[in-house]
Nanobody, 125 residues
Framework: HLQLVESGGVLEQPGGSLRLSCEAS????????IGWFRQAPGKEREGVSC????????DYADSVAGRFTISRDNAKNTVYLQMNSLEPEDTAVYYC??????????????????WGQGTQVTVSS
């Protein structure tokens, strides 16, 4: 049974930092590209960042570039999203997703096959 579980979402103040984790079970994560997505109330899902299966290709949405960093530890079957300089506009449910893709990753959620249940990030003073 393939499963992705996100964790790390909390209430944080503007300017603060959070690290989200996406842990896989039931499959070997190093065969998959991983994407982080978010959806705020009343808004469409947005691709935030993605990382290729080897970690050699990474992409970020313009809205988070320079503030967020994606990384993966295939030995721990986990992908991370380090979020710095948080803004209220970062408030959303954050999801990770996996797709078997070689060499690159994409920020379009339509291509991803497996999704986690999401973790809530709230940025507010």
């Amino acid at each position: 049974h393939l499963q992705l579980v996100e964790s790390g979402g909390v209430l944080e103040q503007p300017g603060g930092s959070l690290r989200l984790s996406c842990e896989a079970s039931g499959f070997t994560l190093d065969l998959y590209a991983i994407g982080w997505f978010r959806q705020a109330p009343g808004k469409e899902r947005e691709g935030v960042s993605c990382i290729s299966r080897s970690g050699g290709f990474i992409d970020y949405a313009d809205s988070v570039a320079g503030r967020f960093t994606i990384s993966r530890d295939n030995a721990k079957n986990t992908v991370y999203l380090q979020m710095n300089s948080l803004e209220p506009e970062d408030t959303a449910v954050y999801y990770c997703a996996a797709v078997e893709l070689f060499g690159k990753c994409v920020l379009s959620g339509d291509v991803y096959d497996y999704w986690g249940q999401g973790t809530q990030v709230t940025v507010s003073s």
